[in-house]
């Protein structure tokens, strides 16, 4: 950028300026994307790092050049390694289930055959759900190990599980589908220090109801009754009740007891006079 009485004045672009050219080409040819858990676990799923570069290529002739099933003499321009290598390599893959064989379906509605990556997807999700129940396992290990067969005692540093707060735990790992992080262990220990085990599984169901399955939403819930002083359910029928008779306002928390804890359509949610403002 040049200067001329105070005032900047652009560059002129230079033909013969390569990288110019250069950079036009980086935002124009793509990009090939490798999600981190994939780089941190393909070795535990048997992957060597050769293999981790062809399938690496294999992604990259996908999504570039709309490659479904790359020759082996093509995958040898992009590798430094002979043809002969590159099938076993394949073979390989294949063999340990890492990659598989489908059919597509193209635009002009022929079928062809191309690699498949969803078996990788499984073996690397299989590899992190391990590695998560590991890491949780350890924690509540170190947890417990502080309190001998106790329940909680605030003199010792140490956060012990109850049996009461491993079933609550247990349950949201149902609900949600997945296993809790260190931090939601926490914070479920948190809220059972103030609110009863039967008012957090009914934030926890409004919250289903409404698709909000995160932590932040049912919190704000558990604040708003415990602002309100309210401590059982039969306190959030009658504030809701009461709530009902003189108009609507940001927040009523009706008990849905009678609505299962899985999965609830959003359809239901009419049904609920719950308004909740985050």
């Known amino acids: 950028m040049l200067q001329k009485n105070g005032r900047a004045l652009k560059k002129e672009f230079d033909a013969t300026n390569m990288t110019?050219?250069?950079g036009s080409a980086i935002f124009t040819g793509g990009m090939t994307s490798i999600p981190n858990l994939f780089l941190k676990y393909y070795r535990d799923v048997g992957i060597t790092d050769s293999e981790m570069m062809l399938i690496i290529q294999l992604l990259r002739l996908r999504h570039e050049e709309h490659q479904l099933m790359p020759g082996i003499e093509t995958l040898a321009g992009c590798?430094?390694?002979e043809p002969a290598k590159i099938e076993r390599q394949i073979k390989s893959?294949?063999?340990?289930?890492?990659?598989?064989?489908?059919?597509?379906?193209?635009?002009?509605g022929s079928v062809k055959q191309g690699y498949d990556f969803e078996p990788l997807v499984f073996e690397i999700s299989e590899v992190w759900a391990l590695n998560q129940k590991r890491e949780l396992d350890s924690i509540a290990e170190r947890l417990n190990s502080s309190a001998g067969n106790a329940g909680r005692k605030n003199e010792e540093p140490g956060i012990v599980l109850t049996s009461?707060?491993?079933?609550?735990?247990?349950?949201?790992?149902?609900?949600f589908g997945r296993l809790l992080s260190p931090m939601e262990i926490e914070q479920i220990v948190g809220w059972l220090e103030e609110q009863e085990t039967e008012l957090i599984l009914e934030a926890l169901r409004q919250a289903v109801i409404r698709g909000k399955h995160n932590f932040k939403y049912?919190?704000?819930?558990?604040?708003?009754?415990?602002?309100?002083?309210?401590?059982?359910?039969?306190?959030?029928?009658?504030t809701s009740a009461g709530l009902s008779r003189t108009g609507p306002s940001k927040f009523s928390g009706r008990p849905v007891r009678n609505l299962p804890i899985e999965r609830i359509k959003r359809k239901n949610i009419n049904e609920i006079d719950v308004q909740l403002v985050n």
Do not use: M, P
């Open 20 to 22: 110019v050219y250069f």
């Open 79 to 81: 590798l430094a390694a």
């Open 93 to 108: 893959l294949l063999d340990k289930s890492v990659i598989g064989i489908t059919n597509y379906f193209t635009d002009d």
């Open 164 to 175: 009461q707060e491993q079933d609550l735990c247990h349950t949201f790992e149902n609900e």
């Open 218 to 238: 049912i919190g704000s819930i558990l604040r708003e009754w415990h602002k309100n002083n309210v401590r059982t359910l039969q306190e959030v029928e009658a």
